[in-house]
């Protein structure tokens, strides 16, 4: 079946150093999500990209949507304890049923 | 975006029994998504609800195991059957009128001992 495929798996990085998660999909994605989850918590949206090769900001955090809409990637700048959780990445198919496809996510450790 | 309430928040079962997971919403939603997450894992479709219409059950998941209801817009119930320790997971609603973003329920943790 369709799948996203999310790496690294685990990342632990020092405060203040960069991160980065990567997803790719075997096939073009109507658009792509990205959601955090905190330990014990549940998964909230961060931001959805819509358009082919589509960048947004929010703060230090940097989301890509590639040139064929099949990868993405998140990259936090400096690193902060709060950034601490699991990042998902999750596609929206183009054909069949309107649902989303939930990377394996990264979770993020930081040594403060 | 929508209140949701989830319960219970956490539970531990015998194996053999069955638990009733809620899912309310204060505002009427287009369809009902129930995931499960198991330790350290992803999240994994089980069904999705629509009112009025039986769920969808993703490959994997069977009405049986996991029978769902849609009673109305703002409510679903999800019931894990027959449990065994295999089960124990973090068992999620997620109710929706689109597809922008996604939105969840707090999560129950059900321990099956």
């Known amino acids: 079946g369709q799948q996203v495929m999310q790496i690294p798996q685990y990342q632990h990085v020092q405060e203040g150093e960069d991160f980065t998660t990567y997803c790719n999909s075997s096939?073009?994605?109507?658009?792509i999500q990205w959601y955090k989850q905190r330990p014990g918590g549940h998964p909230v949206f961060l931001i959805q990209?819509?358009?082919?090769?589509e960048v947004k900001k929010q703060k230090r955090l940097t989301f890509q949507f590639g040139e064929a809409k099949k990868n993405s990637s998140l990259h936090i700048t400096a690193t902060q304890t709060t950034d601490v959780g699991t990042y998902f990445c999750?596609?929206?198919?183009?054909?069949?049923?309107?649902?989303?496809?939930f990377g394996q996510g990264t979770r993020l450790t930081i040594n403060p | 975006s929508a209140v949701i309430s989830q319960k219970p928040s956490r539970d531990i079962c015998q194996r053999g029994t069955s638990l009733t997971i809620q899912c309310q919403v204060d505002?009427?939603?287009?369809?009902m998504f129930w995931y499960r997450q198991q330790p350290g894992q992803s999240l994994t479709l089980i069904a999705t609800?629509?009112?009025?219409?039986?769920?969808?059950?993703e490959s994997g998941f069977v009405i049986d195991k996991f029978p769902i209801s849609r009673p109305n817009l703002t409510f679903s119930t999800l019931t894990v059957s027959n449990m065994s320790p295999e089960d124990s997971s973090i068992y999620l609603c997620?109710?929706?009128?689109?597809?922008?973003?996604?939105?969840f329920g707090q999560g129950t943790r059900l321990t099956v001992v």
């Open positions: 999750a596609g929206l198919l183009i054909q069949g049923a309107q649902k989303l496809v």
């Open positions: 096939t073009t994605l109507s658009n």
């Open positions: 990209l819509v358009k082919s090769g």
């Open positions: 505002s009427q939603v287009t369809m």
């Open positions: 609800a629509n009112q009025g219409s039986e769920a969808t059950y």
């Open positions: 997620s109710p929706t009128t689109g597809l922008t973003e996604a939105f």
